[in-house]
């Protein structure tokens, strides 16, 4: 894999120079598998494009830190009395290879696993490094009912190929604050129940969001009974067929930018706002 030439012990490490001349040179490839071949159409694709002006530099940068670095999640985890020495549900990780998943509580390397007793209250933090690893086409249920974290930070994540987000955080009913400014959602088509259930979430910045793809909305952030901020701006909603129960039981949300909305395809928008007792405008145009 290109990912093992750049990241391989000191004596075999190729400079990303090396790399970029193997890729003109058509011999990068070490395998003849699907995987490194479309990484190097990919990459050949991109390097072609690249020249010595700084813009282009920084757009072989990010490509090359968000396609070959680890990809990695920062969590904080509350643990109260009652959690103690039980088994704590951490992420949902049939999306990725186990085997190339490092866990880190609190500083110290643990042996991977999906649960973990712990034997302290108080906040943890949690680091998830995936080594290696081709994300899937869904992140369906990713933190389902991992009702213990307070924080999520996306540190480096490249979602580009992701194609459902259903349930991604349902029922995170700790969940206080999370980032994601990393995502790329321009290949997604499914975001229902995406935050249902997030009940302590009171702000969500969602303006990098491209959703020009996605045809499924319903119960987004149905039951976030404390969201007061959310920012929709970026959204494009021309594709969406279904929006039922959209923002359902958002008690305390008092506006949506709705300016980017365009409903002109949507089948079913039941109930998008009930339950939304302070929301001053309801109307959709």
């Known amino acids: 894999m ?11 490490k190729l400079t990303r120079g090396e790399i970029i001349n193997n890729i003109k040179k058509g011999l990068i490839i070490k395998n003849n598998n699907n995987d490194d071949i479309n990484e190097f159409k990919d990459l050949k694709n991109l390097i072609e494009k690249c020249t010595e002006n700084e813009e282009n530099r920084i ?12 990809y990695e999640i920062e969590l904080v985890l509350e643990i109260k009395e009652d959690d103690l020495n039980n088994n704590i549900k951490i992420i949902n990780l049939d999306i990725f290879n186990n085997n190339n998943t ?9 042996i991977f696993t999906n649960y973990y007793k712990f034997n302290k209250i108080g906040n943890h933090n949690i680091k998830l490094i995936f080594n290696n690893n081709i994300i899937k086409s869904f992140l369906e249920g990713m933190f389902y009912e991992c009702k213990n974290i307070k924080y999520i930070n996306f540190k480096i994540f490249n979602s580009s190929n992701v194609e459902d987000m259903s349930e991604m955080f349902c029922n995170c009913i700790n969940l206080k604050e999370i980032n994601l400014s990393s995502f790329n959602t321009s290949n997604v088509e499914d975001m229902r129940f995406m935050f249902s259930g997030c009940n302590n979430l009171n702000k969500i910045n969602l303006s ?5 793809n996605v045809r499924f909305m319903s119960r987004m952030f149905s039951d976030c009974y404390n969201l007061q901020e959310i920012n929709l701006s970026s959204f494009n909603t021309s594709n969406v067929e279904y929006m039922s129960g959209m923002f359902y039981h958002c008690y305390k949300l008092k506006e949506i930018n709705k300016s980017s909305f365009n409903t002109s395809n949507v089948k079913d928008m039941k109930g998008m706002f009930n339950h939304c007792y302070n929301l001053k405008d309801k109307n959709i145009y």
Not at 2 to 12: D, H, I, S, T, V
Not at 59 to 70: S, T
Not at 102 to 109: A, G, P, R, S, T
């Open 59 to 70: 757009e072989w940068n990010n490509y090359f830190n968000h396609k070959f670095f680890n």
């Open 2 to 12: 290109l990912y093992e030439l750049y990241y391989g012990n000191e004596e075999n």
């Open 208 to 212: 990098s969001f491209n959703t020009s």
């Open 102 to 110: 490092e866990l880190y509580i609190n500083n110290k390397k643990e």
